[in-house]
């Protein structure tokens, strides 16, 4: 019951948003912070209520599922309305909701519609969180896809330069995704004996045991489901458009939580319920995930727009959790123990990328909100005027390349360290995308912090930008004539360029207010994460002991 | 509370003092610049303090971190080894923050230069104390994080927050080899502990021995990574005075003596440890003879220096290997400190503006004499002895030819030193060529240089066989060879007779500054970012010109099919049903012309239908 209040929560005062035009603007912000203060101290206490239960009982997937609902719906299929938390589910259904709150404190001062925009937002929360919960498949599908419709509206209605086309590509392309996986659904019930879409029942007694041809089939169809969702290589070029054209909060919420929706449906289901199929097909998941992890770590570092930049970044970054996950089916290659650290590094990953990549994109929302670009070149010594942008930018930047102390050192330490065992060729060459990450993340504080203070009138660029389409973010050699005209287009619109700390603190202003309560948190989480990862730990540690031994099956 | 437990504490103090004061600081920003001086001076003397007291008592220390299997804590020791290592870092970081304290300029944002300090000392005590991977790996990265700080620290200045990226990248690469020899412990081992590593079954042996080694290579900046330390030399002088001595470039081949069994054990790693060693010694002693700036030629010298490190490790001395890095860090601290404070007082770190330095301020002068005197190789100083004490270990002759050559290289560029400091001084050549100088060195930064001079005369004392012997005790490493006195005799001769040729011969030495040993002989370009930006843009091209577009033309194409069934679907489905509908409308009008109103026709009419149906009746039966 509590867990079903949580999920429909959201929604509900989304509902209430619409149904009462009554209320001030300011009022629909306020009650969306409500809201998702309130479902984040629900969910604190679930994981209370969780962390005691958990030392005695089971440890997930398939038993041990704390909060559980079922709700006969759909019976003629088997589908029912069943959720439920275990060890993985828990903490992304956590950081879920920390990401929602961040991102309705950072829309506080949304000027454009705020009511619908916050109903929105409401409703994509809903919809995630009951991705996370959802224990049956077509319950699943129907909270994914709504996701998918969320995202589509808030990049459509809230974006900036080419947004209506970002958003329609982003739809169609993971729609198309959508699709996939639910043939790969309808492979899984028709392959099961009882005839079920419940994912509790197909986890414990997995379908298409004696047909590896079908069982491989569905696999590929919920693969490239998942895959362009996640996204991996070659999937993922709606990715940096649909993030650059983004509102900040969109972005957070696109790359921190339905990202996730993506690599958590590879450990909820394709893992447990096509176990053979998994292990048969490991070694080219890992691969995907090497290809990804370099793909997207080369990509990033050619950017020269930081929201792109950070954007291929999680191509990266998704790529580790792939790597870990592909290495948990290597079953002959590694013991239990290994695959099970990587396993956890994977899930700690997920956990992981949603508080740093989350406040990257809301940093980079306060470039956008200030100057109106996200480009390199129009930005420069912005430690000068904002050490506290300079500090946040710092650290989250430090955090997403894996600096020990915060929380994406944890995953990737585990699953190099989980990895190796099962995959050493493809670990070693993952492995090399630290340095990559290290030296883009190094050259974009570099380039936006140092040097003379350059701050872009924001009043002129989102013509400059629309003009140049969705290449803007990128120098290509094949466009001489951009290039060319640059210098003298820098002179005209930039406002700042001084050594002075006096003139040019007025320009850019600092982080403040609500800008430093969404954001610092984040943070804060990532570093406790990094520095005491026990309590997480101990939550999803028991789950992927299950889930590698369910793979392993 | 039990003596166990509070020397438990003390090391946790050891730890938790430096980086709870760093953090506090780094928090406090600005408001704390005042106070930041004295914090990090109470700061390094208690962990002077903590560092004796835990070398004495030899505790140890674990803390829950990612756990799952037995080393995932975070935990730490006290050997021999480490308590030789943490006394030197703490005294050495005790010097350095007293220099700094005096030479950072007033206005300097102090709280954030002490704060990243005492987080990088913090990290540097972990690192030689941490017996798990975890832990290791963790100050490890941090190390190399806050070095990038302090490199970086002047950011508003051009080119410097390039050089920290420059280091801390290059380091990072080397960093790829400890996770994977974290993972290649955990498959051939099943824990994470560091004592564990020798004893990995198989294969695994040989990769965690690969990424130790390759780890180690790139933070003590030998070949092929030493041009960081170049880059590195942008970072303000007390940065240099212990990134250079006791920390940084000692964590990489602290590692190496910690895990020689290991290397042992392979075989090729430590044959190899011992040649990236001598060779190291040798390129970057050439290049050291080579530079005009001192800063630079320090730079060099310390990977030269350091590469005798890497060559104990290599041979299997490990207690000469650890005096050689003791040995190394007072002097060269001492020296990079003296730097600092010419650069400071002259305003030039060139060699032509530091004419008479050592005439011009008597203190610090004497202790940077003694300090180069020792970096010669000179008896009966610290390095001559060290140096001697490494040698021992060297079998065979190529290795010892190159060792000997690179020893009397440290004697050349030592000798480069000597001759312009000691130089009559001559009035306004090439003063405050890079900043304005102050013309005055403050009393704690030659306090400071002293102490480290006294300590390089005091460890000449390892010459003794006792005190040698005592201190292979400590180290547990009884048993390793010892120099002979032809040994001493043969070093001790070629570093005077090399140092007095150098003095005798030092018109030559300008030849060397026009060649490209003075541009670091090209290692710089081994660590350019053009080949990975340009593989950068390539694989942006694919991404944007052949992945993108292809998405883009597989939806054109599904529009476009759609357009042709669509077109179809109004040609053919509804044309045929528009032809049905207009077949049905004429037939429907050919009907109405039988309907005459005439009776005689309609009976004609069904006359025939009978006809029909009748003809049919036949025709069916």
Redesign the interface.
Known sequence: MLLSVVIFLPVVAAGMLLAFPALSNRAASWLWVIVAAIDLALIVGMWAGFASNSAAAPSGIVDGIAYEVKIRWIPTVDASYHVGVDGLSLPLIAVTAVLFLAAAIWSLREQKRPRSYAALFLFLQTASIGTFAALDLILFFVFFDLSIVGMYFVIAGWGHGNRRRSALKFF??TFVGSLALLVGFIGLFLGSENRTFDMVALAANPPLIDSPLAAGLVLLAICIGLAVKTPLF?FH??LPDAHTDAPAAGSAILAGVLLKLGTYGFVRIAMPMLPDAWQRWAMIIVIAGVVSVL?GA??????TDVKRMIAYTSVNHMGYILLGLGAAGLVAQ??E??R??AV?GAMVQMVSHALLTGSLFLLTGVLFSRGGTYAFDRWG?L??PA?IFAAALGVAA?GSLG???LSA??A???I??????AA?VA??IA??G???T??LF??A??RL???KTQVPNPAEEPANRATNGR?AG????AEPTETGQQPARRDRNVTTAV?DDTVSQATFKDLHGRELVATVPLLVLSIMIGLF??PL?DVI?PAAAALSSLAGR | MNPGSLTTAGLAALVFVPAGLGTLLLLA?RRADRAAGPVALIASVLVVALAVLTAATGPDLSM??????EGGDFAVAVDGLSAVLIITVALVAAMVVLFAVVDLPRHAPRARFFGYLLLFTAAMLVTVTATTV?AL???W??MG?TS?TLI?YW??V?G???A??KA??TT??G??GL??A??????GT?T?AMDDLAAADGGWKH?AAAGILLAALGKSAQLPFSAWLSAAMEGPSPVSALLHSATMVAAGVYLLLRTQPLLESTGWSAETAAWVGAVTALVLGAVAAAQKDLKQLLAASTGAQIGFVVLAAGVGTTAGGTAQLVAHAGVKAGLFIAAGAWLSALGTKQLTGLRGAARRYRGIGAAGVIATVALAGVPPLSLWVTKDEVLAGVEGAPLHIVSLAAAGLAAVYAGKILIIILARPETAVGLDAEEPGTRTVPRPAAAAAAVLAVATIVLGALALHPVAEAAKVVLDAEGQPSPGWAGFLISGLLAVSVLVGTIALRSRLGGLERTPLARWAGLGHLLS?SP??A???A???I??RV??RG?LAF?ATVRRGAVVIGQADHRVIDGAVRTIGSATRRAGAAMRRPQTGLVHQYYLQAAIGFGALFLLLIVVR
């Not at chain 1, 080369?298 to 950017?303: G, H, I």
């Not at chain 1, 990128?474 to 050699?477: F, I, K, Q, R």
């Open positions: 169609i392309y070659p070029t709606w793909w080369f990509t990033a570092l050619a950017q590694a013991d123990q290994a099970a650290i956890t010594g430690a000068r050490p430090f600096l020990p102390g050192f944890i990737e330490f585990q190099f360290t989980g990895s190796l065992q050493p670990t070693v492995v090399t630290i340095v990559i290290a030296g190094l050259v504080l570099q912090l140092s040097g290449h990128v120098v290509s050699p050594d990862p026990r730990l540690e | 920003g829950p971190f990612i756990g799952m299997v975890p790996l963790v100050a990265e941090v994080a990038y970086g950011w508003n051009p410097k927050m390039a920290g990226t801390f990248v990072r690469a960093d790829i996770y994977v974290a993972g290649a412990a955990l498959a099943g994470l990769v970012a990975w930006l593989a950068g843009r694989v942006t091209v991404d944007e992945i993108d998405v939806a």
